[in-house]
């Protein structure tokens, strides 16, 4: 079955930086266009970066230049590159398919996510 496992959030001041990972499996990664998300409290989650299957890659106005995302399809694994981190960027961060995964029996799926917090 489907599993995204995101990792490498955390406690950060503003201007720092943090590479967030996430591991796919029970799809074929390389042929999927995979995103990061993220849902800050109180907001919808939001796209912020995406990934083609031939590493074309597009993001969200509020992070261009400062975000990079990657992909190793050897690893099944999407990443995000974060520096000059805003307290703005404060959100649990999501990796999916774009669009996102949606299980016929119940629904989206989504990981657990990986908490970035940017502290001014």
């Known amino acids: 079955q489907v599993q995204l496992v995101e990792s490498g959030g955390g406690l950060v001041q503003a201007g720092g930086s943090l590479r967030l990972s996430c591991a796919a499996s029970?799809?074929?990664?390389?042929?999927?266009?995979m995103g990061w998300y993220r849902q800050a409290p109180g907001k919808q989650r939001e796209l912020v970066a995406r990934?083609?299957?031939?590493?074309?890659?597009d993001y969200a106005d509020s992070v261009k230049g400062r975000f990079t995302i990657s992909r190793d399809n050897a690893k099944n694994t999407v990443y995000l590159q974060m520096t000059g981190l805003k307290p703005e960027d404060t959100a649990v961060y999501f990796c999916?398919?774009?669009?996102?995964?949606?299980?016929?029996?119940?629904?989206?799926?989504w990981g657990q996510g990986t908490q970035v917090t940017v502290s001014s």
């Open positions: 029970g799809m074929i990664f390389s042929h999927r266009t």
């Open positions: 999916n398919n774009v669009p996102p995964v949606t299980l016929v029996l119940s629904g989206p799926y």
């Open positions: 990934i083609t299957s031939v590493g074309l890659t």
